[in-house]
Nanobody
Framework: VQLQASGGGLVQAGGSLRLSCVRS????????IGWFRQALGKSREGVAC???????RYRDPVRGRFTISEDNAKNTLYLQMNNLKPEDTAKYYC???????????????WGQGTLVTVSS
């Protein structure tokens, strides 16, 4: 199982980034897929997830600014991040697990992450 995240970078506050995560090696389905993040010196924080039924969930700090989506034909998960704030600075990981777990920063499998830095 591989989850390869990309798309991070340095952006000014108010800017946008789109993260991508290509998944491979899954021989069976998963209950949910999504993103969590971890800032330096802090614990993991759930960001957004997609349930197996296609419904989406977001944590309050990102609701209305971030949009999670999935292109199953490309085996790719996306996270569109708009109106970025300095407090969004973190390494972002795509992960699989039940949505309720991902939003707690808990995952069954996750990739290497991609770094997002938002300057003020």
């Amino acid at each position: 199982v591989q989850l390869q995240a990309s798309g991070g970078g340095l952006v000014q506050a108010g800017g946008s980034l789109r993260l991508s995560c290509v998944r491979s090696g899954f021989t069976s389905g998963y209950s949910g897929i999504g993103w969590f993040r971890q800032a330096l010196g802090k614990s993991r924080e759930g960001v957004a997830c997609i349930n197996s039924d296609g419904s989406t969930r977001y944590r309050d700090p990102v609701r209305g600014r971030f949009t999670i989506s999935e292109d199953n034909a490309k085996n790719t998960l996306y996270l569109q991040m708009n109106n970025l704030k300095p407090e969004d600075t973190a390494k972002y990981y795509c992960a699989t697990a039940a949505c309720s777990l991902i939003l707690l920063g808990v995952a069954e499998s996750w990739g290497q992450g991609t770094l997002v830095t938002v300057s003020s």
